[in-house]
């Protein structure tokens, strides 16, 4: 068979093995992997570089409305460029309910939020704000099957939170149905509560969203909504983990045997609160829920990150313009810390960070990295083994590493619409220096080579770790 692509003479290193090898891509798919294959139209040569799973980023924002009239910076183009140049080939992003709208409207609105605009592959999760009759009995069964099937649920936001007893609905539902269900825990009450406090004492700057977001309210929400989902018995997965109070949590319930998961983010290994008490404004580039802590809670996260605690990593990328006045500065530069809007970007450092900062320095292997940042969310959102892995039948998602090479993060050099890095003179060691989707090259040297409209969008299977371990509930 006449190839399309030849990669010769690479490192393949996938989440359960490294070996020398070649790799044939014909019609986008990996057909041969061996030794000396030969007959392609084009090669390309991979002596000395790292061969791995394109990255898959789970979790990141882009082009989702907002109810307080904050505008995220980017949509499908630029983030997916953007991420593409940091060597992921797909990303999910959030189709997000409004309360009092139809899901299914939500995810038809996403659709043509996207449509022509990405350079690599994606598919939706969805945001269920208003678990309704309807929504529970009509929409969400059959948008699971259709090939939506994981969303998020929130014990946050006044427009997003559910109550407990929405949650256990929602929760057996997802049992039924078997999609993965997702949650950001944080206890709404007490961050309400703090909040006010702090306000009705003049303590707004941004340091005090840190505050106000305290690690307590994250640990008690995660201990709740690990039990929902023991009731119910569903797996979850516990997104953005910020500390060890959090992280106890899920460590409990897995020593338990219960099937919860966890997600974590570059910015809680790279940042502190000190990063949101900054001069002036300036902490408000770093405002994103939950806060970033402190030294101890970054080694916790890399702690958690060794020992199999976490097993997906995300960026959370939530895109917001610092100078702008539908940005960080919506209700400007002397706001209350309680209304800039939330989120960092991240799509093109994620991989090279914990790249860097993981496997160059030696806290992660490098097959740890593969599964946390590609083959387990594959696995856990129903991609896998189309994505997420360098096998025979896959698609050939590729990310070639040059493992030596330094870079300094520079927010010109990045491709968000962003216009700021939380990272801007971080130096890392090792970076994507070619990215391939489907065997098309969308990215070489950091910057772009495909155009909006070559990925496509992606239907999830049911999630195999969404299935519940079995026992016989009766609902
Ligand atoms: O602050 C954050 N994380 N913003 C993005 C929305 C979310 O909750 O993930
Ligand atoms: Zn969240
Ligand atoms: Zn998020």
Redesign the pocket.
Known sequence: MQLDTLIKNGLIITAADRYQADIGIKDGRIVALGQGLEGADEVIDADGLWVMPGGIDA?C?LDQPLSDGAVMADGFESGTRSAACGGTTTVIPFAAQQKGQSLRAAVEDYHRRSEGQALIDYAFHMIVTDPTETVLKEELPALIAEGYSSF?I?LT?DD?KLNDREVLEVLAMARREGGMVMV?AENADCIAYLTELLESQGQTSPFYHGVAHSAIAEREATHRAISLAELIDVPLLI??VSGPEAIEQIRWAQGRGLRVYGET?PQYLMLTAADLDKEGFEGAKC????PPRDKAAQEAVWQALESGVFQVFSS?H?PFRYDDPQGKKLHGDEAGFHHI????PGLETRLPILFSEGVVKERIDATRFVALTATNPAKIYGLYPRKGTIAIGSDADLTLWNPEARTTVRNADLHHAVDYTPYEGLELTGRPVLTLCRGRVVSRDGEPTAAPGHGRFLKCDKPQPARPRGAAKGF
């Open positions: 979790h924002h998020k929130y936001y997003l950001h997104v953005h983010c405002v994103c829920s939950p959370d939530a809007p939330n989120g960092i």
